[in-house]
């Protein structure tokens, strides 16, 4: 059975640090592509990273607004992704939840992910 379990959320200051975990049970990280995704109240849901597992190393993308801000990692013996978030922004608030899709490779768009954890919330304010 496939679960995604995040975790590490809450509540910092503009400028400040949190980083997320999404423990993965049900199948092995170094198969299938995991992503996070985040939605504010009244706003669609939008991607932010994605990791997969290439020949030799981790493949990492992300979403312009958050480069050079936010890291995506992949714990294999944890089966564990991380999403460090650096200077954070109150844009930045929402709730943020990982997927996996069946594709290896990352996909940008939610209906392309099958199983989604059940969030949690990440809130940016002083």
């Known amino acids: 059975q496939v679960q995604l379990v995040e975790s590490g959320g809450g509540l910092v200051q503009p400028g400040g640090s949190l980083r997320l975990s999404c423990a993965a049970s049900?199948?092995?990280?170094?198969?299938?592509?995991i992503g996070w995704f985040r939605q504010a109240p009244g706003k669609e849901r939008e991607w932010v990273a994605c990791?997969?597992?290439?020949?030799?190393?981790?493949?990492?993308t992300y979403t312009d607004s958050v480069k050079g801000r936010f890291t995506i990692s992949g714990d294999s013996g944890e089966n564990t992704v991380y999403l460090q978030m650096n200077s954070l922004q109150s844009e930045d608030t929402a709730v943020y939840s990982c997927?996996?899709?069946?594709?290896?490779?990352?996909?940008?768009?939610?209906?392309?992910?099958?199983?989604w954890g059940q969030g949690t919330q990440v809130t940016v304010s002083s």
């Open positions: 990791i997969s597992s290439g020949d030799t190393d981790w493949r990492t």
């Open positions: 049900g199948f092995a990280l170094e198969y299938y592509a």
């Open positions: 997927a996996t899709t069946a594709h290896a490779d990352c996909r940008e768009a939610p209906h392309e992910y099958d199983f």
